[in-house]
């Protein structure tokens, strides 16, 4: 059986963080494989939405500026996709400056940690390995581990050096929820609770996240994503349902595999109000077809 993919993926990375192709390369991609619409949502910045733009109205795809914020909430980090942001808002510039600050700040320590370690100028190569300009991620630094041979992959980089309680890892104190979901509306998006089951919390835990991304102002949810359990989709899909919460599908595309591309599995369950049916959307869901030609 052919895997579905989807008309529309809401979540994406370029080379603009920690993603492995160019803001047109994705475009590209997004249009070859039937994809009419994608959002770009780089973490913490939105360098890459311009170049994408401009790819994507030559391919006839509806490219839609986005952003992933990281937050704080109860010392763990939460992300917050911001969807159909006007990029020209100067409070979200400005907040986009502050988290590249933190963003230099923490990229520099994370290399002081792992040069301690015996990884020669880990910060200048990781910074050589990202495109020009690029915010700085644990998931740039993935690569650049993975890269030396000390860890087999980047996922094993981030099990042995790069995540909560390991070598490198640096606690940084990100904004609330309620700045990012404030500057989100003020540039006239609308707030999307990224991955809700990355964040191994209990479902009460979950719940109680949940109610303060409401409180403060937040509007969707992510329900659909790639090489999901049917039975998280169905309980997503439900908690979206009870907390009237918009339903969003992404696949949080870094690079390409057999397991996570755009469009790939994204299907909203028949009971979710989707995302595009915000007032905010309109201006990009004009004609939109879920369902693959
Ligand atoms: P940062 O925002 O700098 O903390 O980096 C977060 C990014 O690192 C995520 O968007 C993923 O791309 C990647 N990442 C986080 N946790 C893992 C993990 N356990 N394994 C592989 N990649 C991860
Ligand atoms: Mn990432
Ligand atoms: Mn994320
Ligand atoms: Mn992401």
């Known amino acids: ?10 979540h994406s990375h370029s080379t603009a963080s920690d993603g ?16 009419t619409h994608l959002a770009l949502t780089d973490h913490d910045n939105a360098s890459g939405v311009a170049q994408a733009q401009k790819a994507a109205g030559a391919l006839g795809v509806t490219l839609i500026p986005g952003a992933e914020i990281s937050t704080t909430w109860n010392n763990a980090e939460i992300h917050i996709v911001g969807l159909f942001l006007d990029l020209s808002t100067p409070a979200l510039q400005q907040f986009f400056k502050g988290q590249l600050e933190r963003r230099q700040e923490r990229a520099e320590e994370i290399g002081r940690r792992l040069e301690r370690q015996g990884f020669e100028h880990a910060y200048e ?37 790069l995540k909560k309680g390991r070598s490198a890892y640096v606690s940084t104190l990100w904004p609330d929820i309620a700045e990012a979901c404030a500057v989100i509306a003020r540039a006239g998006g609308v707030s999307v609770l990224a991955h809700p089951r990355r964040y191994d919390f209990t479902n009460s ?5 949940i109610t303060y991304f409401v409180s403060c102002g937040g509007r969707a949810m992510e329900v659909a ?16 349902v009870e907390y009237a919460l918009k339903a969003s599908l992404g696949s949080d ?3 390409p595999s057999p397991w996570r591309d755009l469009g790939l599995s994204l299907l909203l369950p028949p009971e979710c109000s989707a995302v595009w049916t915000c007032p905010e959307a309109e201006p990009y869901f004009k004609n939109f077809k879920e369902d693959p030609a």
Do not use: W
């Open 125 to 161: 190569r990781t910074k050589a390995m990202a495109r020009e300009g690029a915010v700085i991620t644990r998931g740039n630094y993935a690569r650049y581990i993975a890269s030396t041979g000390r860890a087999q992959s980047t996922d094993d980089a981030f099990n042995t050096y």
């Open 253 to 255: 595309l870094h690079q």
């Open 225 to 240: 994503s790639c090489q999901q359990r049917p039975c998280d989709r169905e309980f997503l899909a439900k908690l979206s």
């Open 20 to 35: 492995a192709l160019k803001p047109e390369e994705l475009v590209s991609r997004a249009a070859a494989r039937g994809l």
């Open 205 to 209: 835990k979950l719940r109680r996240l």
């Open 1 to 10: 059986m052919k895997p579905y993919v989807g008309t529309a993926d809401l």
